[in-house]
């Protein structure tokens, strides 16, 4: 069974663009939610969706913003980056709302802004 | 709302030895409550879980957890530390009012293992 699907691994941007991230939930998983890690605010929720629907949302500005397909795969957009949008991103599924148990998380795409 | 203290940011243990990491958490009612690793350039992996019942939870790679409701903690243990153990520690909380997928996560405890 194939696990989180994270694309691309890596990329590098600079100020001003924009950035479009990918996450595949493992097969059946319906939940997927996206964290933003840095060494100097740890791993942090930005939002989680679950059959199409933004169910819950960090602390983030605007300009970072998601959406999840009906094959339950996912996107995060973050739009005129700033340096400090540089980190990991992590994705991670799970079966639904009522609790697996378990977050299963992607390798993460790492993004920097020059 | 929910928080995680992880006091440790960094320990350092020879490789045989024991090791504990400690977990702190706030929550209003019972909470879920994880322990996840993550080695370099990898995502994170479960280690154990709590939802209720026994308070000492087996996990995987011989970790074991204490949750202690008076003291509101959630420590993780490892009787003998293997070179592979070497990797940043989480401990996070969940909110089982709250969608799944929120967690809260503590700052992490980098594990250093020494010959």
């Known amino acids: 069974k194939a696990g989180v699907t994270q694309t691309p691994r890596y990329l590098i941007k600079t100020r001003g663009q924009q950035v479009t991230l990918s996450c595949s939930p493992i097969s059946g998983h319906r939940s997927v939610s996206w964290y933003q890690q840095t060494p100097g605010q740890g791993l942090q929720f930005l939002f989680e969706y679950f059959s199409e629907t933004q169910r819950n949302k960090g602390n983030f500005p605007g300009r970072f913003s998601g959406r999840q397909f009906s094959n339950s795969r996912s996107e995060m957009n973050v739009s005129t980056l700033e340096l400090g949008d540089s980190a990991l991103y992590l994705c991670?599924?799970?079966?639904?709302?009522?609790?697996?148990?378990?977050?299963?998380f992607g390798e993460g795409s790492r993004l920097t802004v020059l | 709302a929910q928080s995680v203290t992880q006091p440790d940011i960094h320990i350092t243990v020879s490789e045989g030895a024991s090791l504990e990491l400690r977990c702190n958490y706030s929550y209003g009612a019972t909470p879920y409550l994880f322990w996840y690793v993550q080695s370099p350039g990898q995502g994170l992996q479960l280690l154990l879980k709590?939802?209720?019942?026994?308070?000492l939870v087996q996990g995987i790679k011989g970790f074991e957890a204490e949750f202690k409701r008076s003291q509101s903690s959630f420590n993780l243990r490892k009787p003998s530390v293997h070179w592979s153990d070497a990797a940043e520690y989480f401990c996070?909380?969940?909110?089982?009012?709250?969608?799944?997928?929120?967690?809260?996560f503590g700052a992490g405890t980098q594990v250093v293992v020494t010959p």
């Open positions: 709590y939802f209720s019942g026994d308070t």
């Open positions: 996070a909380v969940a909110a089982i009012t709250d969608s799944w997928g929120k967690f809260q």
């Open positions: 991670a599924s799970s079966l639904d709302l009522s609790g697996s148990g378990e977050l299963f």
